[in-house]
């Protein structure tokens, strides 16, 4: 059996002032090679969860333990670029880190601009570029220092919807081709079953209710939804659904009638 990636064990955190606690026994491992997807609704956690794997909260108790070795990097909604580097000087920006000396050189950034599809881009300034392009940017800045670990906050959100599931796409095949180990939030159910191998939904105060695996069964993207909009209970979910199919048979098993005039 692999050693997990990332183990997140019993994870508590309470914001000062906060009379529930934002993250309430957390447990989730996270195998190599796999793309986990939280679902949820806002101000559910998820990001809280995410940023406390990063190491950008700290858990009142609790743990996060990543395997020996592993390298973690961060893309947020927010491209966050530098306005005055380049393309290629924004993807290279971590070699000006120690820690990184020698991971992040010439031959790799130029790897990436292609495998980003950035070809002919690479010397432009990132406020000459579309919201779409400089998202690639930003996650070439953190494929640069070669993390096995990537942890992603909703990269894609405010983006049009037609280049959005265009990069959903192209980030499935990156996964796929680079073999990372991906945690992502997001609450777009399409982009969950398009990137994600196994899918959580979380729920305020609860953690992970729900978990879905696109890449074992047949999952649909209106069985997700069901859940959504049953607040992560899958009792009421299953209630709703049932109703809904009693509805319709209920109307399948009455006869026509001819319009009266």
């Known amino acids: 059996m692999n ?6 064990a019993n994870a508590f955190k309470t914001y000062p002032g906060a009379s529930e606690p934002t993250l309430h026994d957390v447990s989730l491992d996270l195998n190599p090679g ?18 406390a794997v990063a190491g950008l909260e700290e858990l009142d108790s609790g743990s996060v333990h990543v395997a020996p070795g592993t390298r973690h990097a961060v893309v947020f909604q927010q491209a966050a670029l530098f306005p005055w580097l380049t393309v290629r000087e924004n993807i290279a ?15 790799t950034v130029n790897r990436l601009i292609e495998r980003l599809g950035l070809q002919g881009l690479e010397d432009r300034k990132v406020n000459e570029i579309s919201g779409g392009q400089a998202q690639r940017v930003s996650i070439g800045r953190a494929l640069a220092i070669q993390p096995s670990l990537l942890l992603l ?12 599931s265009e990069l ?16 992502m939030v997001s609450h777009d159910i399409s982009e969950a079953l398009t990137v994600g191998d196994r899918i959580g939904f979380f729920r ?23 859940y959504y909009r049953n607040d992560g209970d899958s009792d009421r979910a299953t209630f709703s659904g049932s ?3 009693e509805s319709a048979k209920d109307l399948s098993d009455k006869p026509a009638h001819s319009p009266t005039f």
């Open 3 to 8: 050693t997990p990636a990332l183990t997140i």
């Open 34 to 51: 796999e793309a986990f997807v939280i679902l949820g609704h806002t101000g559910s956690g998820k990001s809280t969860l995410l940023r």
């Open 93 to 107: 920006l971590g070699a000006q880190y120690k820690k990184n000396a020698g991971r992040v050189d010439a031959p």
């Open 243 to 245: 109703l809904r199919d």
């Open 153 to 164: 906050d909703e990269p894609f959100s405010a983006l049009d919807p037609a280049t959005r």
């Open 168 to 183: 959903q796409g192209w980030l499935r095949s990156l996964i796929e081709e680079l073999d990372l180990t991906v945690l």
């Open 204 to 226: 305020a105060q609860q953690g992970f209710t729900q978990f879905w695996s696109p890449a074992h069964e047949q999952v649909t993207h209106e069985e997700i939804l069901e």
